[in-house]
């Protein structure tokens, strides 16, 4: 099917371009930007006048919840949220029910997502046999079956001998390490940020050194084995302080952080609001300020949506019950537009950082809005304003902390492999 | 974030939750109110009729025999029905969720459901999905609010020494996890107690709680220095075994209220307790039985400061 | 309209009191009207018994319409209820309905052998089978206004006329 998208601001972090041009797309390819090839006849036309044309996002963490949670969600409905997020790569964590440890799993999941012909799923597969934190997994079998790279998601492992060995049997192969710091111990059974507000509700704290003790011992033994790690959801501001030092010492280590936590912190808990419980836990606003300077000097490499569908009935009990996650596929375009928008930031540099920064991240290749590159794209409307309806999400999950809220930036056409995957 | 949950659209007490961010002249009503009610034991009838043919349910996912039978009492000495629920063995443990416990007990015709649970903002969540004419009181949720104990606290210590805006007053003991402890430190705050002093190892302290605008010691005896209201918090068992303490022996020595470090407060210091007391573990029985002792006085005051909450609550429609 | 004089009132009631009252005879006023002129009474007419007091919020019926009110005075009554000759003293009759409250309040203290009522003004409009004993003075005034005894600081109690709150109904 060609495409020609027409009168678009072509938006390419890869080269710095941003410039009203036309995209000419055939064979699931960009075969152009400006000039169209010769003797090219749309069998689409698009008209982008006034929308911006990028890259399609990439998102370094979604929960599909598949296999063994589809009460929660399934892949139909995840992906479809996906796509309507403009998300045409996603990574997934491997905490699905088995665990993603077994390349059988992986196959099924990628067989499955493939099938479904929307976003590229790119599985993390579990860094230990049923994320137990014992035995690792058979690394190699799993990248053959898929895999881009291996993951604790959130089980702790406390055991450093493991971590070590682990990310020493990473290296031989090249592979990457993605493990989120939480020391188990020091956040065992809290629920919130030790701060003033678990401290005024009562609800157990989980102290930021449960973010920095972890941090510093997955940073030595990263530095120790020479592995390629990247760390997770950072939430804290002596977190960020502590990536930037790491960087500097020219460490291999990339870090991320959830949309929620670039724009929440622990006041919007109000009268115990379980939306907003979360893992990592929404923290003080020093540290949710923190993190914005950290994605502003590039501390921070990328945004991701963080997206955890959470069935009502394991959201509507008590804070400390409930079960902690929220939505995010659809919101992670405009949360990032917003994060920009505050912090003035440039439209190019900041749509890199859910486009070519966690694609660099991922590895899978140059994500373009150029010739020669895959046509995996989004255009939005930078300047459509919609308010947030839990109902209305396409997600399964109707568990958003920004409900209600009126974001600016609406996705209408999303392309993948050079189909149209969606249109608003 | 909605308006505060507690009062409804006339600015009255609709539920009750917790003593933070309810206004001053909400609490004085509650403590004038519980004044006349205490004069009802007195007489042959304790009973008023005014919660006839109002059912209270009392909702306990938390088991507890003395909160329940003091807000029982409360509840029949105003003429309600009152029904009790101890929801660990009942329809809970079968797998039914909180909210559709609550549900089907509102379809029984409920005016009112005391809650207590283990977690935290639990009251919060019922009072946020039950019908518009049904209140909801909050007798304890995880470490967060006790309400109703707090307001009690606070009709004691306005007996014995009227006027709040002289006092200092000391809170002793596991702060951490005591929920009684947050709400005494809003009601204290609130009337305008200039100095709350709390005083304990740091394991039992939060870190954050001089936030609560409260004067940190862990020195009994510098703590207690001319303090006018002395409040002993329980201890519980499980305590030693969270790393949090060596030992009930070490924790007595230290912070354990006996006659010599009660001497540093002041000679007509008043001693409390919510209740119940581990004797020789956070009190010693010399000065629990002892002439400061107001600890039973705080039962018969709760009974009244109960009675008080439920009229305000149940005629507020 | 120009309301009666409650000091000379007053003493007409006391007079009209005098021959119908004993060693036995216990005054009971009902907050906050009816406990200065019990007071008084009680002083003029010189009674053994100790003055009572009551605050019939806990018995009005309504209760479910317009909630607890926001003032609540503790009731106190010093002597033994059950036979005691009882009169009720209140301020402006009108509906008979804080009558009936207290009577059922009284009732939960004991069983008195009689109860009596003394009122200072009967603005009639009698919502119930009430009737005062003792009696002031009739006075008639309009639906949406009310009478109300007032104490100055000297202690002299007057009644003047303002205007009916809504939903105001005793």
Same mark, same amino acid.
């Given at each position: 099917m060609k495409i020609h998208i027409k009168n678009g601001r072509v938006v390419d972090p890869q080269s710095g371009v941003e410039k009203v041009q036309d995209v000419y797309i055939a064979a699931g390819k960009i075969a152009a930007v400006g000039v169209p090839p010769s003797g090219f006849h749309a069998n689409r036309v698009i008209d982008a006048n006034g929308l911006v044309v990028c890259p399609g996002l990439v998102d370094l963490s979604a929960r599909l919840r598949e296999p063994g949670f589809e009460h929660k969600a399934t892949l139909e409905s995840e992906m479809a949220a996906a796509v309507a997020g403009g998300v045409t790569s996603l990574a997934c964590p491997p905490d699905t029910d088995p665990p993603l440890d077994e390349p059988g799993l992986v196959e099924m999941l990628k067989y499955r997502a493939r099938g479904l012909n929307q976003a590229h799923v790119y599985p993390l597969g579990a860094l230990t046999l049923g994320l137990k934190g014992e035995r690792i997994t058979e690394m190699a079998e799993l990248v053959d079956a898929g895999c881009v790279g291996f993951s604790q998601a959130d089980v702790p492992l406390d055991d450093n001998l493991v971590m070590l060995r682990a990310m020493q049997y990473a290296t031989t192969f090249g592979y990457s390490v993605w493990l989120r710091p939480s020391d188990g111990g020091l956040s065992r059974s809290g629920v919130a940020h030790d701060g003033q507000v678990s401290t005024r509700l009562g609800l157990a704290p989980i102290p930021v050194a449960a973010e920095t003790v972890a941090l510093s011992t997955m940073l030595l033994l990263a530095r120790e084995t020479g592995a390629r790690v990247h760390l997770c959801r950072l939430s804290s501001a002596e977190g960020v302080e502590m990536m930037r030092q790491a960087k500097a010492l020219g460490m291999n280590v990339t870090c991320d952080v959830s949309a929620n936590n670039v724009h929440l912190s622990e006041l919007d808990i109000g009268y115990f609001d379980s939306n907003y419980h979360l893992v990592p836990p929404l923290r003080s606003l020093r540290d949710r300020d923190a993190l914005r300077h950290g994605v502003e000097d590039g501390t921070i490499d990328a945004i991701c949506s963080d997206h955890t569908p959470v069935d009502e009935d394991a959201k509507q009990l008590p804070f400390g019950e409930s079960e902690a996650g929220a939505t995010g596929l659809e919101l992670l375009l405009a949360l990032t537009l917003k994060w920009a928008e505050e912090s003035r930031i440039s439209l190019p540099k900041a749509i890199a950082k859910v486009t070519t920064d966690p694609a660099r991240i991922l590895g899978i290749g140059t994500v373009a809005v #150029? #010739?020669? #590159? %895959? #046509?995996?794209l989004c255009i939005f409307d930078p300047k459509l304003r919609w308010k947030v309806e839990p109902s209305r999400l396409?997600?399964?999950?109707? %568990?958003?902390?920004?409900?209600g809220y009126e974001l600016m930036g609406r996705v209408l056409y999303t392309l993948v492999g050079g189909h149209l995957v969606y249109e608003a | 974030m909605a308006g505060n949950p507690q009062l409804n659209a006339n600015g009255e007490l609709h539920h009750l939750l917790t003593i933070e961010g309810l206004p001053r002249d909400i609490i004085v009503r509650i403590l004038d109110t519980a004044h006349s009610f205490l004069s009802l034991t007195e007489r042959e009838i304790k009973k008023v009729p005014l919660l006839r043919g109002k059912a209270v349910f009392n909702l306990f996912f938390e088991p507890s025999t003395r909160t329940r039978t003091t807000f029982e009492i409360a509840a029949k000495r105003l003429s309600a029905d009152v029904i009790n629920l101890n929801v660990g063995t009942s329809s809970q443990s079968k797998g039914e969720t909180l909210l559709d416990t609550v549900a089907n007990l509102s379809a029984m015709h409920a005016d009112m459901f005391i809650v207590r649970h283990a977690q935290s903002g639990a009251a919060h969540l019922i009072a946020r999905h039950v019908a518009p004419y049904i209140h909801v009181i909050n007798a304890g949720d995880g470490r967060h609010a006790h309400p109703t104990q707090g307001l009690l606290d606070m009709f004691t210590i306005r007996h014995y020494k009227q006027d709040f805006t002289r006092l200092r007053v000391a809170i002793v003991g596991d702060v951490l996890h005591s929920r009684v402890a947050r709400s005494q430190i809003h009601a204290l705050t609130s009337l305008g107690v200039p100095e709350v002093r709390v005083i304990g190892p740091r394991t039992l302290l939060p870190n954050h709680v001089s936030e609560l605008g409260v004067h940190v010691f862990h020195d009994m005896a510098k703590g207690l220095k001319d303090v006018d209201v002395v409040i002993m918090l329980r201890l519980q068992n499980e305590r030693m075994n969270g790393a949090l303490l060596p030992s009930a022996q070490e924790f007595f020595k230290y912070y354990g209220l006996t006659p010599e470090k009660l001497a540093s407060a002041k000679a007509d210091a008043i001693v409390m307790h919510p209740g119940p007391m581990n004797r020789g573990v956070e009190i010693d029985s010399s000065v629990a039985d002892g002439?400061?002792?107001v600890i039973l006085p705080q039962v018969t005051f709760g009974i009244a400061v109960r009675m008080a909450v439920m009229s305000i609550l149940a005629g507020s429609g | 309209m120009r309301m009666p004089e409650a000091e000379s009132l007053l003493s007409q009631l006391a007079d009209s009191m005098r021959k119908h009252v004993s060693a036995d005879t216990a005054l009971i006023g009902i907050h906050t009207g009816g406990v200065w002129l019990a007071e008084r009474l009680h002083r003029s007419l010189g009674l053994k018994q100790p003055l009572g007091t009551i605050d019939v919020s806990f018995y009005r019926d309504d209760y479910e319409s317009r909630?607890?009110?926001?003032r609540v005075k503790p009731s106190s009554i010093p002597f033994e209820v059950a036979d005691a000759d009882v009169i009720l003293v209140d301020d402006v009759l009108f509906t008979g309905r804080t009558i009936r409250a207290a009577i059922n309040e009284l009732f939960d203290y004991g069983r008195p052998q009689r109860i009596r009522l003394a009122a200072l003004v009967d603005r009639g409009g009698r919502e119930l089978p009430i009737a005062p004993q003792f009696l002031g003075v009739e006075v008639r005034v309009a639906d949406n206004e009310q009478i109300e005894l007032q104490k100055s600081a000297d202690g002299r109690l007057s009644l003047v006329l303002t205007p009916m709150p809504a939903l105001e109904r005793k």
């Open positions: #150029a #010739a020669g #590159a %895959n #046509a995996d396409k997600s399964q999950g109707k %568990n958003t902390p920004f409900a | 002439n400061q002792s | 909630g607890l009110h926001a």
